[in-house]
């Protein structure tokens, strides 16, 4: 084999072994960056803003 086909099989295969690790460490890092910080947990006010679970008092509120 000529040495331009041993370095193409080489690159192929360190990027074959490599990828998955670096997509994987890029998938950690967003995972890690998209966390609540861990005061936000005790919180609940999903209601105030959820719609779906306004009653209908804040409805007529709403559109009065």
Do not use: K
Request: aromatic share 10%.
């Amino acid at each position: 084999m000529s040495a331009g086909s041993l370095i193409a099989i080489n690159v192929l295969l360190l990027y074959t072994v490599l990828g998955p690790m670096v997509l994987l460490g890029i998938y950690t890092l967003f995972d890690f960056l998209g966390e609540q910080p861990a005061g936000a947990f005790g919180q609940d006010d999903s209601g105030s803003n959820d719609p779906s679970l306004w009653t209908q008092i804040d409805l007529n509120r709403l559109f009065d």
